[in-house]
């Protein structure tokens, strides 16, 4: 295939159309509105429905009725529009409803400003709306991994029936690479491989058949069981799907943990260190839920491994993670900025020095 210079946002797009999505529902904020503004464009022109929700509350509840219908559809906002979704993207885990969510993070708390940010993570991971749920979280470190995550993500959401949300800085959404886009997927609702859908039913058809879309159990022992059916969902999630990079962990005394584009700083820093003979690997989560816990902590003891250095933008909120996975093998420090300012090279490689020399 050749390659194309593409915006992550256009790019991003056009990758979900081309795995199946034939339905968004969007409402503008900087910095993914060139999402759906690509989307008002494309979507006719493949037979699809875009639709400009009056808010992104009516958004996530219109993927909730599509999504219902057993078609591929798919949302996007940024960090405080998503926050205005929580309350529907429990629902839509709650009735167990396959979707793709579009979290480009911008700087916060509260409507912050429109730079890249992944403070984010907590809300992904470990919150978001009520009960005992998680979302397949993928965290895509350039245009073209997203594109490539894009094309199996409604796949994975409709293997668990659990929405899936991409977890991407503002950078991703705003760069421009060269992509390789791949082939359109003739993909079709099939009520026999969806038989929870609401695809149509009549008098007279068999009443087992007859769709229910629900999330509201009132006695407690259905709902008991209905969520000790989720957590074994998830522990299939969690024992299938799990994804990470390894970078450069061969003889390094020192192993930095980050995610999005931050880890592509860390590579560059990497590489200047190694010119002045410290050698330094990565590991970088791509599924932030489920959390690669154990790849973390093999990395961790590596022999040689002095200590980890977790490196975010944000204050520390993966952190947490990576404090769970070494459990106190090694020693950990934390370098971030908030505020949507970008950790540099510069700062990192410093850092990995004053670790070091002991400071």
């Known amino acids: 295939m050749a390659l194309t210079l593409m915006k992550g946002s256009e790019a991003i797009a056009e990758a979900a159309i081309r795995a199946g999505a034939r339905y968004f529902f969007g409402y503008p904020i900087t910095p993914q509105t060139e999402i759906p503004e690509y989307m008002s464009a494309r979507m006719p022109e493949v037979g699809g ?30 960090s405080p529009g998503v926050s205005l979704k929580q309350e529907g993207i429990s629902y839509c885990a709650g009735a167990q409803l396959p979707a793709v969510i579009l979290n480009v993070m911008r700087g916060g ?23 005992d749920y998680h979302l397949l979280t993928y965290a895509p ?5 997203a594109i490539d995550i894009m094309m199996y993500a409604f796949d994975k959401a409709e293997k668990y029936r659990i929405p899936v949300l991409f977890l ?46 629900n999330s509201i159990y009132i006695d407690t022992e259905t709902l008991s069981v209905h969520n000790d059916d989720l957590q074994a969902c998830y522990r299939e999630i969690i024992a299938n799907e799990q994804q990470w990079e390894e970078y450069n962990l061969e003889g390094a005394e020192y192993v930095i943990t980050a995610f999005g584009t931050v880890a592509r700083i860390a590579k560059s820093a990497i590489a ?4 002045q003979g410290i050698n330094v690997g990565l590991v970088r989560p791509i599924t ?63 850092k990995i020095i004053s670790m070091k020399e002991g400071k």
Request: charged fraction near 25%; include cysteine.
């Open 168 to 213: 991407a800085d503002g950078i991703i959404a705003q760069m421009m690479e060269p992509v390789e886009m791949p082939e359109m997927v003739d993909y079709k609702i099939d009520p026999e491989k969806k038989p929870w859908a609401c695809t149509g039913w009549k008098p007279g058809d068999d009443p087992a058949k007859r769709g229910v879309i």
């Open 288 to 350: 932030v839920w489920p959390f690669p816990y154990d790849a973390v902590k093999k990395a961790a003891e590596l022999p040689g491994v002095k200590a980890v250095l977790d490196v975010e933008l944000n204050e520390g909120q993966m952190l947490e993670d990576v404090k769970i996975a070494i459990n106190g093998a090694k020693p950990i420090d934390f370098f971030g900025h908030l505020g949507s300012q970008m950790p540099t090279t510069e700062e990192i490689v410093a």
């Open 49 to 78: 429905c875009f639709l400009q929700a009056e808010s992104e509350v009516a958004a996530i509840n219109m993927i909730y009725g599509a999504a219902g219908a057993g078609a591929r559809a798919l949302t996007s906002s940024s």
């Open 272 to 275: 200047e260190l190694k010119e």
């Open 109 to 131: 708390p509260g409507l912050g400003n429109i730079q890249a940010s992944q403070g984010d993570y907590f809300q992904a991971v470990k919150g978001g709306g009520n009960g």
């Open 141 to 145: 470190a350039s245009v073209q991994e």
